[in-house]
């Protein structure tokens, strides 16, 4: 049957989301640190296993056997040390671990040298890991119950940090859900994505989009790093992977790898162009896409806070991959100029305005998506707009 602490550090594990052996290690660190405030000293590396169920607990100074050093000897290399570190410092660097191996050094409190190990250990050896057992004289006292306290808190904040950043390391490069929690200097947004906050910066904000605090959101998780206060997560809703990620949350067809995303050119907010190709003569790639009466595009439309997504058959003849790039718009033909990359598509002067887009969207979009400069040409010969200046030419 288990006794009352095992079943307080099993509530803590379950409340907290930890594993039992990293509670177990923060409280014999812990415990460790009380043992050596109120009967050690500070040249101690204490080392203790406590048992949960009996409550009794063992205490040993680990240190490893090094040769005899003698005073004279260590006292000259420490000088020597701190003097090559004032140059280092004088020079802005840090001395190198290189420009400290022919000194002699000594930590007593991780290392024993051999003559003495010998008074705990006739057999103890160079190199080896001496275990010096230590008793339990009493009960710890208030500073150091205060001391182990405080160490628990530090080691299980900083393991559930770790936790919290493994769980969304693994998240990078996917979509995630968040709350809209409050604006920060950067003009940017906090989103409170439940275990953490995470950053929403101004330059990966959809500007015609509205960040209402407490709305909730889809958002691309960008990076996860490891900072100072713990996790730096920033994410995105502008960011074109983020469309990716969304089409593979909601076509089975394109998570299974049946259809591929070839290419997304995207203006984030108003437009996006997202072309699909597949090897299986028996898959549709848009009807996959689009789904029943529509069903799945609208989903994708609404997770993109209603951005107009075109989704086009990917070809590997560029004159007809361009003609798809630019629908809606029907295109008569495409002169390819190889040298130049450069594509003019003629279409009738009823399809010119579609061809082009609102502020020559549509073109820019095509080109983006192709990898080819496009010039649109009414038929007529009275219009001309090119993908790179977004200019009709009458």
């Known amino acids: ?66 040769e005899d050093i003698s005073e004279e000897e260590l006292e000259k290399d420490q000088e020597e040390l701190i003097r090559r570190r004032e140059e280092a410092r ?79 390391k693994k998240q990078e490069g996917m979509i995630t859900q968040g709350v809209v929690q409050r604006r920060d200097r950067t003009g940017g947004f906090l989103i409170d994505l439940g275990k953490i906050t995470g950053i929403l910066p101004p330059q990966e904000m959809v500007a015609r989009e509205r960040y209402n605090l407490g709305a909730k959101m889809k958002f691309y998780i960008v990076s996860v790093a490891s900072g100072n206060r713990g996790p730096e997560i920033i994410l995105s809703r502008k960011d074109n992977r983020m469309v990716q990620s969304v089409f593979e949350q909601e076509i089975p067809e394109i998570a299974s790898g049946e259809v591929v995303v070839k290419g997304i050119a995207r ?20 009807g996959s896409c689009i789904g029943q009466r529509g069903s799945r595009i609208t989903t994708i439309i609404d997770e993109l806070g209603g951005e107009k997504i075109d989704v086009i058959a990917y070809s590997d003849d560029a004159q007809d991959y361009i003609k798809k790039a630019l629908s809606p718009a029907k295109v008569h033909t495409v002169e390819l100029k190889e040298a130049e990359k450069e594509a003019v598509a003629h279409v009738a002067s009823d399809q010119f305005s579609l061809a082009i887009g609102r502020g020559g969207q549509n073109v820019r979009l095509a080109a983006e998506l192709t990898g080819w400069k496009i010039k649109v040409v009414d038929e007529g010969g009275e219009q001309t707009l090119s993908s790179e200046d977004g200019e009709v030419l009458v």
């Open 1 to 66: 049957m288990s006794s009352e602490i095992t079943k307080s550090i099993q509530f803590l594990c379950d409340e907290k989301n930890l594993d039992f052996d990293v509670v177990m290690d923060a409280l014999q660190t812990a415990l460790g640190a009380a043992y050596r405030k109120d009967f050690g000293n500070k040249q101690q590396n204490i080392q203790v296993i406590f048992d949960p169920e009996t409550g009794d607990m063992k205490v040993w100074d680990e240190k490893e056997v090094v």
């Open 90 to 168: 004088l020079a802005n660097r840090e001395l190198s671990e290189e420009e400290m191996n022919d000194l002699v050094r000594f930590n007593p409190k991780t290392q024993i040298m051999l003559t003495e190990a010998k008074t705990h250990n006739k057999k103890a050896k160079l190199g080896e890991i001496l275990k010096i057992d230590l008793e339990v004289p009493g009960e710890f006292g208030r500073m150091a119950a205060q001391t182990a306290k405080q160490v628990i808190i530090q080691k299980l904040r900083e393991a559930e940090r770790s936790g919290v950043f493994e769980d969304f």
């Open 267 to 286: 203006d984030p907010g108003n437009r996006a162009k997202v072309a699909v190709f597949t090897a299986d003569d028996s898959i549709d790639p848009i």
